[in-house]
């Protein structure tokens, strides 16, 4: 077996089950007790020793890539790593909403970071439907003045989250083994959020000792169906269709985050109605992008 299965879908459906995915995370985030480092320390760790399984005893191929390669994927790592501490963080600190909210600027960032990293010219309408999301994220900041670190905190997973996107596309698309991909990634994620545990936990490391079978549960859901299946897909959709058009897609995973948050904890008791017309024009950019790129034949 080549890779990790997938459904035999359109490459959009399958997109959407990715959107679908991600939103978990952050609901199991919610659900998890534990801080955010030794959430994520778990997280990327578990999903390490599940894409090398796979790998290893399941489809039989190679871990080792070359020392080039291998270190410009731990080098990715490190930048998922930063990117889960701070989403995770945004979670804990302030809510799921927030968190997915802010993380919807992937689409700005994206549009400045691909062209620049690809050495290509910035397209102009890219970065106006980027300012609308923007324009969003600060009516939802102006309405939740109580909740501007885990919004910072959340913005800042999402600048990461617009580089090493682009980057794995690009890796993808010159013959890299996406799966081989997420266990060198993991690792060195892994490596990261271990380190950052002393500095924001107050249990230090004694926190990576825990015995709650709920915990357990929803950790293995997140490492295995949430990072190491869903990785690999990202990694395949990603020689399909361009970072930017991947990352304006992702604009849809606060709005299926939201509707359970609110379904599940409630949280739409917390909200106000600057939060949602700030979530509607980011969806609205989301709308806006195939039409636009139409008409200027992109």
């Given at each position: 077996m080549a890779a990790v299965p997938s459904c035999a879908i359109h490459p959009t459906l399958?997109?959407?089950?990715?959107?679908?995915?991600?939103?978990?995370?952050?609901?199991?985030?919610?659900?998890?007790?534990?801080?955010?480092?030794?959430?994520?320390?778990?997280?990327?760790?578990?999903?390490?020793?599940?894409?090398?399984?796979?790998?290893?005893?399941?489809?039989?191929?190679?871990?080792?890539?070359?020392?080039?390669?291998?270190?410009?994927?731990?080098?990715?790592?490190?930048?998922?790593?930063?990117?889960?501490?701070?989403?995770?963080?945004?979670?804990?600190?302030?809510?799921?909403?927030?968190?997915?909210?802010?993380?919807?600027?992937?689409?700005?960032?994206?549009?400045?970071?691909?062209?620049?990293?690809?050495?290509?010219?910035?397209?102009?309408?890219?970065?106006?439907?980027?300012?609308?999301?923007?324009?969003?994220?600060?009516?939802?900041?102006?309405?939740?003045?109580?909740?501007?670190?885990?919004?910072?905190?959340?913005?800042?997973?999402?600048?990461?989250?617009?580089i090493f996107m682009v980057i794995n596309k690009h890796m993808v698309v010159t013959g890299s083994d996406p799966l081989v991909m997420v266990f060198w990634e993991m690792m060195s994620a892994t490596v990261v959020c271990f380190l950052a545990i002393p500095i924001f936990d107050p249990s230090g490391f004694e926190a990576m000792a825990f015995t709650d079978p709920l915990d357990w549960l929803w950790l293995l859901i997140l490492a295995f169906v949430c990072t190491v299946y869903a990785q690999d897909l990202t990694n395949r959709l990603l020689r399909q269709i361009s970072a930017y058009k991947f990352n304006l897609a992702a604009n849809f995973e606060p709005v299926y985050g939201i509707v359970a948050a609110a379904l599940i904890f409630g949280e739409h008791q917390e909200l106000q109605l600057t939060f949602y017309l700030g979530a509607l024009t980011i969806l609205l950019a989301n709308f806006l992008q195939p039409r636009l790129q139409r008409r200027f034949g992109i």
């Open positions: 399958q997109l959407h089950l990715l959107m679908l995915i991600f939103a978990a995370t952050t609901i199991l985030g919610r659900l998890i007790s534990l801080s955010a480092p030794v959430l994520v320390t778990w997280r990327c760790l578990l999903a390490t020793a599940g894409a090398m399984l796979w790998v290893k005893v399941m489809s039989k191929r190679k871990l080792w890539l070359g020392r080039v390669v291998v270190g410009k994927l731990m080098g990715v790592g490190v930048l998922i790593g930063l990117h889960w501490l701070c989403l995770f963080g945004a979670v804990k600190i302030a809510n799921i909403s927030i968190a997915l909210a802010g993380l919807a600027t992937l689409s700005l960032f994206t549009a400045i970071a691909e062209p620049l990293l690809n050495r290509q010219r910035i397209k102009r309408y890219e970065v106006m439907l980027g300012l609308l999301v923007l324009g969003g994220i600060v009516l939802i900041a102006g309405a939740q003045s109580n909740y501007f670190l885990g919004l910072g905190l959340a913005l800042l997973s999402a600048l990461l989250a617009a």
